[in-house]
């Protein structure tokens, strides 16, 4: 509150001019020192304190939101548009710059995920953007960042997101620069443990963007790894340094899965915990049906442990029809596997198909087969989609 005091003096000085200074911080002052408490000030003031004052900070704004009702309505909005958010129902872009919990919570900068979430009056947004890095190299706000504090980010990511009702429009940008992401070098292999913490976090996040209605998903850019893995074949033998995931090709009359291993050191062993369960998808009493449009710009759908989700994703939104596919740098042989059982789930509803930058190896052959499949004749596909962008 003493900071509140001391805005109050400086923004009383700025506004009495030189002539009536001293009147004017005298009954500014007066005004202080009869209200009950700050809360006795009318709102014009308090906005004009929270708006020109350049004695509060960011997080000083933040905290006094938490003073109560009437501070988290005038100072929030205050604080999201300093973060360029002054209409979070029409637009909700933001930036998670900082993985690390620890930091989060001591930083004298908070990000604009720090007031959303305790923005209590927003129930939609009809866009809703976020960065987990700046694809922009010339603004130089990339930090270097841990891999295994991504699913924390995420996680603060999802904490938002199921405080909301609704979200119509879902972009989340991943890793577009490797460079500033480290990780322990002192196995080939991604821990189990941060495996597991990354897709329980994000299939988390993607489950409630599809339970909260979403009509357009786009996920663009790599994770912060990607497990080592192969798919198997029907009559492919175990490999006695791999774990058989619990996707089945068909098994009671259900729709084709794909089956996959993750691939790990013999020394590891075969026990329970070193298994990855693929994230379940949400059942119909619980989610809303209306993806229209998905934008499958990140390895992170196509490959395990998330394969089979965006399968069942497919197959489980009847007004999905338009597809697109950029930043995709797998091989020539993966696509050959995946792009079949994305043909099955869309064969009769596959209106739209669009291919961007960033798909390098995908076969000719492989496409004409898809597209036969999906009866699709026309489709759109940028000059830069066999370069690697």
Known sequence: MSRMVEALEHQC???????????????NGNLLHKAANI??????????????SAVLSQR??????????RFRSLALPIFLANHGIPDPERETSFYVFEW????????????????????????????????????????????????????????RVAKFVQT????????????????????ERSSPYVPMAEIRRWTNAFGYLLNLLVV????????QYSAAFEPAFQFKSVNAMRKAFSYLSHNVLHRDGQPPQLEWELQRPLNEGKSSNKVVESPTFPSSSVASKRIASLSIHSPVLLLPPFTNWTLSLLRAHPQLSSISFAYIPISKDLWAIILPFIADAMSDKLTHLSFFKGCPDLDVADLYIFCRICRIYSFFTSTERFGRG
């Open 164 to 183: 909301l009702k609704h979200v119509e429009t879902a972009e989340i940008y991943l890793i577009w620069d490797p460079y500033f992401v480290n990780r």
């Open 60 to 69: 000083d704004l933040l905290n006094i939101s938490f003073l109560s009702t």
């Open 212 to 219: 909260r209605g979403c009509s357009s998903l786009t996920i």
């Open 100 to 155: 690390n919990p620890n930091s989060v919570r001591v930083t004298t900068r908070p990000d604009a995920l720090s007031g959303l979430a305790h923005l209590t009056t927003l129930s939609k947004v009809d866009r809703l953007r976020c960065f987990f890095q700046d694809a922009d190299y010339k603004t130089f706000r990339n930090t270097f960042q841990q891999a295994s504090n991504l699913p924390y980010a995420v996680t």
């Open 39 to 52: 809360l006795d000030l009318p709102n014009e003031l308090l906005l004009d304190i929270l708006v020109g």
């Open 13 to 27: 000085r700025l506004q009495s001019g030189k002539a009536h200074e001293k009147q004017v911080c005298q009954s």
